[in-house]
């Protein structure tokens, strides 16, 4: 076996800067990572030749890959990471560095006393928003979830010293925010794997899993600009690639209701783990889902409000005719908002806008900072501007202001204590867009991070059954926690992915 020997030259990491919209510059974070040779000599599907060899093959090198290849590479595995980008991180090195956990250092030092089976119920109480979770797993990230905080803490991963509940996450106390953001998580990961002698490949996308007679995955190809590697994985391949939430045209291809939503991730999240498993046989649940989405307004000029999120503004959804189409105190957390607005502009081929009036919301939000949007004395004037008719929009605000009057909206059942008039101007408009960084569907593990297949139809087996030497960790699976948990959850199946494919043969 050639085994792994190659350690990373460490350069100095300079900071978390970010390199646009792809992560992290990996030349701040890994500078000994290994990059494609030009003129090296590749090997072919079916030379049988090898040209790099593991124990364990990790594929991204976000928070859910690096936490697995650390994890491996401490129990004294050989572990290739590879990263299809010039830039080390993906989502995690983009996130805010929440993370939802119990029973933590942080928290005792505090006297905050939740438990695991708080954190589970906390998972599995929002299947409207979330979609359904597979409780075995939300049991294993709710008991692990603390224990993966801790991990990070003694990796070097800087904490403030509060924890505590957070708006548009949890009521729990459980929230720990890494200081820094996940850019100082992905630092202190990259460093870990740099120590544990973890051997980074840059620059090289997983294209092909390869298997063996009875079906075990034993490697991989990869691609290095115009070169093709056979990679071999003695033990197991590790898919930690993100979900697909980064492709519009990826978004669109699985369901076609999202051929208007923006793609909130980074480029790289194509779904490659989605494609790379199913190719071998692996089983994919709720790809076709719609994603976790939030609508966003004065995406045009840059004056962006995230609609009924932490700037809670009162105002009227209005279609291209220049009418309601549903109720516009929708919480944020609830997907059904989202939805109504996403399907109102795939229905009339345009974005549906949002018209609000001075309220005290409003003039906080103004006091913090300029709402660069449309602006008019009048309702109808500001529709006019933004592509309405303008006589169509008095009317609607009319009969809104009516409704108020009367303490009941008959139309779309916005509560009483909402019905807010548009009676004082100025007035604003923006279009609304609808945008996702995360899906919530992907490859079906098992709680030990395995890949699962359906089994042939002359086994009689309706239970899906683990394919050998291949395990999913992160987005790239079956989402099944809640939101402050996506970034650690990855973490956290991640190192128990490595955890068990490091025991195996």
């Not at 996130?95 to 928290?107: E, N, Q, S, V």
């Amino acid at each position: 076996m050639a085994a792994n020997k190659e350690k990373i030259t460490r350069r100095n990491f300079v900071g978390a800067a970010m390199a646009g919209t792809m992560g992290l510059a990996a030349a701040s974070f890994l500078g000994g990572c290994s990059k494609p040779a030009a003129g090296d000599k590749a090997a072919t599907s079916s030379d049988g030749s090898w040209q790099e060899e593991a124990d364990i093959v990790v594929v991204g090198t976000g928070g859910g890959g690096y936490a697995a290849a650390v994890e491996a590479a401490n129990a004294g595995a050989s572990v290739l990471l590879l990263e299809k980008s010039s830039a080390v991180g993906g989502d995690s090195a983009l996130c805010d560095g929440i993370l939802g956990g119990w029973g933590t250092r942080l928290a005792k030092e505090q006297g905050i006393s939740v438990t695991a089976d708080q954190v589970y119920e906390w998972f599995m109480a929002h299947p409207e928003w979330y979609g359904p979770k597979d409780a075995e797993i939300a049991r294993v990230q709710a008991d692990k979830s603390g224990e993966t905080i801790d991990w990070l803490q003694d990796l070097g991963t800087p904490f403030a010293k509060e924890v505590g509940p957070r708006f548009g996450y949890t009521e729990l106390p459980v929230i720990h925010q890494v200081e820094g953001l996940g850019a100082a998580m992905i630092k202190s990961l990259g460093a870990a794997a740099e120590k544990a002698g973890v051997k980074t490949l840059m620059e090289t996308r997983a294209s092909k899993l390869l298997t063996d007679a009875e079906g075990r995955v034993i490697g991989l190809e990869a691609s290095q600009k115009k070169d093709t590697l056979r990679i071999k994985a003695n033990k197991g391949v590790i898919l930690a690639t993100g979900g697909h939430s980064g492709s519009k045209t990826m978004l669109a291809a699985m369901n076609p209701e999202c051929a208007n939503i923006l793609p909130g991730s980074n480029p790289g999240a194509t779904g490659d783990g989605l494609a790379l498993a199913t190719s071998v046989g692996a089983l994919a649940t709720r790809a076709a889902a719609l994603p976790l989405m939030s609508s966003l307004a004065g995406l045009d000029t840059k004056s962006i409000v995230n609609l009924n999120y932490s700037e809670h503004l009162h105002g009227l959804w209005l279609d291209a005719n220049g009418e309601r189409f549903f109720n516009e105190e929708t919480p944020y957390e609830s997907p059904l908002g989202h939805r109504a607005i996403l399907r109102k502009h795939n229905e009339q081929g345009r974005p549906a806008v949002v018209l609000l009036p001075t309220t005290p919301e409003l003039e906080a939000v103004l006091a913090k900072r300029p709402l660069n949007w449309v602006k008019a004395d009048t309702a109808e004037d500001a529709a006019a501007q933004v592509g309405l008719d303008g006589a169509k929009v008095k009317a609607t605000v009319e009969r809104y202001n009516a409704l108020c009057a009367a303490g009941r909206d008959d139309d779309f059942g916005r509560p009483a204590e909402s019905l807010i008039p548009l009676t004082t101007g100025p007035f604003y408009a923006s279009a609304i867009m609808v945008s996702t960084s995360v899906v919530t569907g992907g490859i079906k593990t098992n709680a030990q991070g395995q890949a699962l297949r359906m089994p042939a139809v002359s086994s009689g087996e309706a239970a899906a059954e683990a394919i050998p030497g291949l395990y999913v960790a992160g987005v790239a699976a079956d989402w099944n926690c809640a939101a402050g948990a996506t970034v650690l959850c990855a973490m956290t199946m991640g190192r128990i992915a490595a955890q068990n494919a490091t025991k195996n043969a």
